[in-house]
């Protein structure tokens, strides 16, 4: 089977060539479409990831790969594709005899204004790029995947066969930390596309970090004007607790974002969109090799639970048990025992066990 990947998630940087730029994929599609691409290419499939699409005379969709060269692929497959003609050209693809298959890994629809995506994807905003072209677009694939059960049930509201595949990691890339070293307490994350999540810690964080006199850290500072700080949002004063950070970085460097935490917090605000949020942030803070303790309620974070992670949960929501979590957690030899334990369970989700979850569903598809 020959695939096509197409996304919009692709940024442009800089060469050591001057005049030169170089072309790089964020970690959305790295997760749902290039990690399984790659894998899937070393059981018998054909790949080909690309940034470009063109559609031909008879209406099926056409890629260009990293190289230049234009495909005809079997499988057309795309994601977070919002252009006012991409149902039409969905529409002529299958009529041409393509199998077309989209991947949505956020509830679009949910998003709350505090997320910069809802005012990027508003229709009163881009008229011609937006999250409603993504609706009728969707509906005129033959099937679309998605990373949980909240994401399936908004794909078959629209009329929509949807597959749940969930999100796996490539462990090779992963170092495992030492929680028992001078790591620090840490959240990884952009802020300008939350919700009202690093509130949650700043409830108990501030003081629990003065009370014991321990540091911070955030990877992922955005390092935009006018977007705050992580220590800003939770409250935290510089001057009295120390705070590091790591700017955002692509893909190919993402892990190292991970290297100075000991334990990981994952706050998620009770909101419709993040009861779509897949175990991605918990998946990660396992294959580290840490502890993590994430906020309850949450039908994919249980998931995870349930397979026997040592992950903690603050099912109430209180800063309490936040902090309760914590102080068993500056045990340095209960740090080291969770984190191998969550260690063992990244493991199973690498994607050289879990490609299989993507050709089962790829086969029902297009057999």
Known sequence: MKIGFFTTDW???????????????????YYRGALPAFELANHGYETIVSWRFQAAPDGHLRVMDTNGEW?????????????????????????????VIADLDDDFWSLGKTNVAFHTTDPKNNAEFNREHYKAMLKECDAVTVSTEALRRRVESFGVPAFVVRNAIDIQRWAQN??????????????????HDLEILAQFLPQF???????????????????????EKVGIDPSETPVGMAPLCDISNYQ?????????????????????????????SCAAGVPYIVSGGFEEQDLLLA??????????????????HLEELLDADVR????????????????????????????????
Do not use: C
């Open 307 to 324: 397979e026997g992670t040592a992950g903690r949960v603050a099912r109430n929501h209180k800063p309490m048990e936040w902090r309760a």
């Open 256 to 284: 190292s974002l991970w290297a100075p935490i000991n334990i990981s917090l994952i706050p998620l605000e009770r909101v419709p969109f993040n009861e779509a949020k897949s175990w991605l942030k918990q998946l990660e």
């Open 178 to 195: 030492d929680p028992t070293s001078d790591g620090m307490i840490g959240w990884v994350g952009g802020i300008q596309w939350r919700a």
């Open 71 to 99: 495909h005809d692929p079997d499988v057309f497959w795309s994601q977070r594709w919002m252009h006012q003609d991409a149902p039409e050209q969905m529409r002529r693809a299958r009529a041409a005899g393509q199998i």
């Open 11 to 29: 940024q442009q940087g800089p060469t050591q060539v001057e005049g030169m730029i170089a072309m790089t994929y964020g970690g959305t599609f």
């Open 209 to 231: 970090l003065k009370d014991y006199g321990l540091p911070v850290y955030h990877g992922g500072d955005s390092q935009v004007p006018g977007v705050p700080k992580f220590h």
């Open 336 to 367: 080291r025992a969770e984190g191998e334990i969550n260690r063992k369970v990244a493991e199973r989700h690498d994607i050289r066990a879990r490609w299989e979850d993507w050709d089962t569903i790829y086969r029902q598809i297009a057999p």
